[in-house]
């Protein structure tokens, strides 16, 4: 609000906004800005931000002066504050994709990337300074997401709906192992073990943008506990079952005995089923049937044994029943588990001697018949703590894991249901970086694309903090490209580019104003 602000035309000028950092309290941290009318008083908002996803840029055309920017919070939780940079331009500027030309085509007609700020940010296939070399297939890439992250952690679980990623549960490193994954720990509550968070997070791939999710400390009593050993399960109705798994008050364990059902679109818990009748399990496996009834094999029960039973929970009653099944595969924790029509798909493990095991079992839940299965092709080693997730619907993908050492392995396989042949995902470079873990987050978008979160390397004691996505002759990243900046393109209006030289350099104003939550 100045003098030559107020002097301009309205008309003819039009605001940009952006954000490199925003990290407030959802619904309880509000950031505006309004325009200040004749009166005095103030207009309804032009936008209004709230939360902890980085919001995508956004524009203003026919700007009045003067206007605000409009901080409001409760001052009870000190997060990680606001970075924010706006800029007023003349309306006959042409504004792309970004604040800075850059100087060369970034091949964005042909989906190669798109300019950021004067450099090319290149999509998940291409590479270079102008993205116009492509990335070989068969191999992981490393995703750089915006705003803030989740912490490092181990033992999360991932399940999609809709084409988002849910995330939820898991370990943290306590404070003297990093010390910074635990700053980007607000939703903690002090009277459970610190390591342990209860949000849910959410990944929006097309914006490459994460968001936590957790109400108010008024509601908190509402939501689960945090846990390990769980399973995390998306069904068919769009809806995620929690089952399992343990909690830690002060290094003293308790196995949970409730089953809780979250809804994305109403962002709520229930709780399911009586206590009483809820199987204890840990680190065992489970997946959702096409009818909506969830299946979980195998772990370990209330009193440590491994076990080899298999539960269902009816997708009616809300109820929980063991199945009668044949005999079939050992008592086991660890392993994983994948739903085919009414078929359940077992891999590995590890026994209670600590043997570990590379067996693929086929459960028919109808019947509670287990075959075991040969398939052809190549053989990984045995292992337990890896990850399946399905594509498609004739695929699985096996990751990582921990092998016969008990270390981390970086191997991906693929297994095809319907032919029954193994085959190993070789490297397609010999630099290329497969993720070497165990216990990570992993789930598959419809589309094909593969997502891996954190994880563990074991006995070298590192949990990762970092997002990676699968890139393979199927084009299941072909999806994956960084659209963070798309939205802006629909929105800007390409004028005449007849502006002099000099009126586009007077007339432009960056300016950058950072926020910091008290």
């Known amino acids: 609000n100045?003098?030559?602000?107020?002097?301009?035309?309205?008309?003819?000028?039009?605001?940009?906004?952006?954000?490199?950092?925003?990290?407030?309290?959802?619904?309880?941290?509000?950031?505006?800005?309004?325009?200040?009318?004749?009166?005095?008083?103030?207009?309804?908002?032009?936008?209004?931000?709230?939360?902890?996803?980085?919001?995508?840029?956004?524009?203003?055309?026919?700007?009045?002066?003067?206007?605000i920017v409009q901080f409001e919070s409760d001052a009870t939780r000190v997060f990680g504050g606001i970075e924010m940079f706006y800029m007023l331009y003349p309306r006959s500027l042409e504004l792309v994709k970004g604040v800075f030309r850059c100087t060369t085509s970034c091949g964005e007609d042909e989906g190669r990337g798109q300019c950021h700020n004067g450099k090319c940010v290149c999509n998940a296939r291409f590479m270079g300074a102008q993205c116009a070399e492509r990335r070989a297939n068969n191999q992981w890439l490393a995703i750089a997401t915006h705003g803030i992250k989740p912490p490092a952690l181990?033992?999360?679980?991932?399940?999609?709906?809709?084409?988002?990623?849910?995330?939820?549960?898991?370990?943290?490193?306590?404070?003297?192992?990093?010390?910074?994954?635990?700053?980007?720990?607000?939703?903690?509550?002090?009277?459970?073990?610190?390591?342990?968070?209860?949000c849910v997070w959410v990944y929006d791939h097309a914006r490459s943008t994460w968001s936590s999710l957790l109400p108010p400390p008024s509601l908190l009593?509402?939501?689960?506990?945090?846990?390990?050993?769980?399973?995390?399960?998306?069904?068919?109705?769009?809806?995620?079952?929690?089952?399992?798994?343990?909690?830690?008050?002060?290094?003293?364990?308790?196995?949970?005995?409730?089953?809780?059902?979250?809804?994305?679109?109403?962002?709520?818990?229930?709780?399911?089923?009586?206590?009483?009748?809820?199987?204890?399990?840990?680190?065992?496996?489970?997946?959702?049937?096409?009818?909506?009834?969830?299946?979980?094999?195998?772990?370990?029960?209330?009193?440590?044994?491994?076990?080899?039973?298999?539960?269902?929970?009816?997708?009616?009653?809300?109820?929980?029943?063991?199945?009668?099944?044949?005999?079939?595969?050992?008592?086991?924790?660890?392993?994983?588990?994948?739903?085919?029509?009414?078929?359940l798909v077992l891999i590995g493990g590890m026994t209670q001697d600590l043997t570990l095991q590379y067996d693929i079992w086929i459960l028919n839940v109808d019947t509670g018949e287990w075959t075991q299965r040969s398939p052809s092709g190549d053989f990984p080693q045995p292992r337990f703590a890896h990850a399946a997730v399905k594509r498609w619907d004739r695929e699985l993908m096996l990751v990582a894991g921990a092998a016969s050492s008990r270390e981390a392995t970086d191997d991906t396989w693929m297994y095809n249901f319907e032919t029954n042949r193994l085959t190993r995902s070789l490297h397609a470079e010999e630099d290329s970086k497969y993720p070497e873990r165990l216990w990570a987050a992993v789930g598959a978008l419809k589309s094909g694309v593969v997502l891996m979160y954190g994880g563990t390397s074991y006995f070298k004691g590192h949990t990762f903090d970092d997002l990676w996505t699968y890139l393979d002759s199927f084009g299941s990243a072909a999806d994956s490209d960084v659209r963070f900046y798309s939205s802006l393109s629909s929105t800007t209006t390409k004028t005449s580019t007849t502006t002099s030289s000099a009126k586009t350099t007077a007339a432009k104003t960056t300016t950058k104003t950072t926020l910091t939550t008290t």
């Not at 109705?237 to 809780?260: F, Q």
């Open 2 to 67: 100045n003098n030559n602000n107020n002097n301009k035309e309205s008309s003819s000028y039009s605001l940009y906004m952006w954000f490199s950092k925003f990290h407030t309290e959802r619904y309880w941290d509000v950031l505006s800005v309004r325009g200040v009318l004749a009166d005095g008083s103030l207009s309804e908002p032009w936008f209004r931000f709230s939360g902890a996803a980085t919001p995508l840029p956004v524009r203003r055309e026919n700007v009045t002066f003067p206007f």
């Open 154 to 198: 181990q033992s999360s679980k991932m399940a999609v709906v809709d084409e988002l990623a849910y995330m939820f549960g898991g370990r943290s490193p306590s404070s003297s192992q990093s010390a910074t994954s635990n700053d980007l720990m607000p939703w903690r509550d002090t009277a459970v073990d610190l390591t342990m968070p209860r």
């Open 221 to 343: 009593s509402s939501w689960p506990l945090g846990v390990v050993g769980h399973v995390w399960i998306a069904r068919p109705d769009e809806t995620i079952v929690l089952h399992g798994g343990k909690h830690v008050v002060n290094a003293a364990r308790s196995m949970m005995n409730r089953t809780w059902v979250f809804s994305p679109a109403t962002r709520s818990w229930v709780v399911l089923a009586d206590a009483s009748t809820t199987p204890l399990r840990t680190r065992h496996c489970g997946c959702a049937l096409a009818d909506g009834r969830v299946a979980i094999a195998h772990g370990v029960d209330g009193s440590g044994t491994f076990s080899s039973s298999v539960f269902v929970l009816s997708a009616t009653t809300g109820e929980w029943a063991e199945l009668d099944v044949t005999s079939g595969p050992s008592a086991r924790a660890g392993a994983t588990a994948s739903c085919f029509g009414s078929s």
